[in-house]
T-cell receptor
Framework: NAGVTQTPKFQVLKTGQSMTLQCAQDMNHNSMYWYRQDPGMGLRLIYYSASEGTTDKGEVPNGYNVSRLNKREFSLRLESAAPSQTSVYFCASSPRRDEQYFGPGTRLTVT | QKEVEQNSGPLSVPEGAIASLNCTYSDRGSQSFFWYRQYSGKSPELIMF????GDKEDGRFTAQLNKASQYVSLLIRDSQPSDSATYLCAVNSGGSNYKLTFGKGTLLTVNP
C-alpha cells in the first residue's frame, strides 16, 4: 500500500514551459487535493476534487488546471510556468470530508 | 475569510519537558480539528484529530479542544529530539465543506 504517490520529485522549468504533475492514491479515497507550500505562506489549496468527475477551485487557482482522470489519479498542469510558481507542491487525498493524507511532494523551480 | 492562527515560534523545550502548541480559529461552525507534523523537507503527516470538546490522548500526544473559546492545542509529553518539527493545525468547518484550512505552523525544537 503506497498511499499517495507524486511524480516527479524535482523539476526545473524555464519561464513559459508547461508541465503536468502527477498524483495517484491507492487507498480508494474519494477526495483529492493539490496544495502549494511557500516559506511564510503555509499550505495553500490550489484545486480539489470532492469525488471522481468533479473539480473545484481553491484559494490560488490562477495559472493552473487539473484533471481527475479516475478515482485514483489527479493531475495538476502548469500551462505557461512563471517564476512565481516556484514552490513545493503537495497532493493529498481524503476518505471523507475530514482528514487528509499527503504525498511526498514535488519541488518545482521556474527560472 | 476563515482563519487559523498559530504562533510561528520557534518554541524551544528541553528533552523530557512538555511542549504545548496552540491554535485558534475564526469559524465558530468548525467541527473537525487536526494536527499535522512536518519534518524539514518532508510532507505533512497526520498525528492527531479531535471532534469533541475536551481531551483526546494518544501515547505522548494529547489534543485539547475548547469550541466556546475557538481554541485547540497539542501537548507533547516527554518531548524527544525526534519531535523537533513544524506542527500544523488544520480545521474543517463541516457540512458539505471538503476543505481544510491550515495554520502556518509552529516550529518546535527539542534540545537534548
Amino acid at each position: 500500500n503506497a498511499g499517495v504517490t507524486q511524480t516527479p520529485k524535482f523539476q526545473v522549468l524555464k519561464t513559459g514551459q508547461s508541465m503536468t504533475l502527477q498524483c495517484a492514491q491507492d487507498m480508494n479515497h474519494n477526495s483529492m487535493y493539490w496544495y502549494r507550500q511557500d516559506p511564510g505562506m503555509g499550505l495553500r489549496l490550489i484545486y480539489y476534487s470532492a469525488s471522481e468527475g468533479t473539480t473545484d477551485k481553491g484559494e490560488v487557482p490562477n495559472g493552473y488546471n487539473v484533471s481527475r482522470l479516475n478515482k485514483r489519479e489527479f493531475s495538476l498542469r502548469l500551462e505557461s510556468a512563471a517564476p512565481s510558481q516556484t514552490s513545493v507542491y503537495f497532493c493529498a487525498s481524503s476518505p471523507r470530508r475530514d482528514e487528509q493524507y499527503f504525498g511526498p511532494g514535488t519541488r518545482l523551480t521556474v527560472t | 475569510q476563515k482563519e487559523v492562527e498559530q504562533n510561528s515560534g520557534p518554541l524551544s523545550v528541553p528533552e523530557g519537558a512538555i511542549a504545548s502548541l496552540n491554535c485558534t480559529y475564526s469559524d465558530r461552525g468548525s467541527q473537525s480539528f487536526f494536527w499535522y507534523r512536518q519534518y524539514s523537507g518532508k510532507s505533512p503527516e497526520l498525528i492527531m484529530f479531535i471532534y469533541s470538546n475536551g481531551d483526546k490522548e494518544d501515547g505522548r500526544f494529547t489534543a485539547q479542544l475548547n469550541k466556546a473559546s475557538q481554541y485547540v492545542s497539542l501537548l507533547i509529553r516527554d518531548s524527544q529530539p525526534s519531535d523537533s518539527a513544524t506542527y500544523l493545525c488544520a480545521v474543517n468547518s463541516g457540512g458539505s465543506n471538503y476543505k481544510l484550512t491550515f495554520g502556518k505552523g509552529t516550529l518546535l525544537t527539542v534540545n537534548p
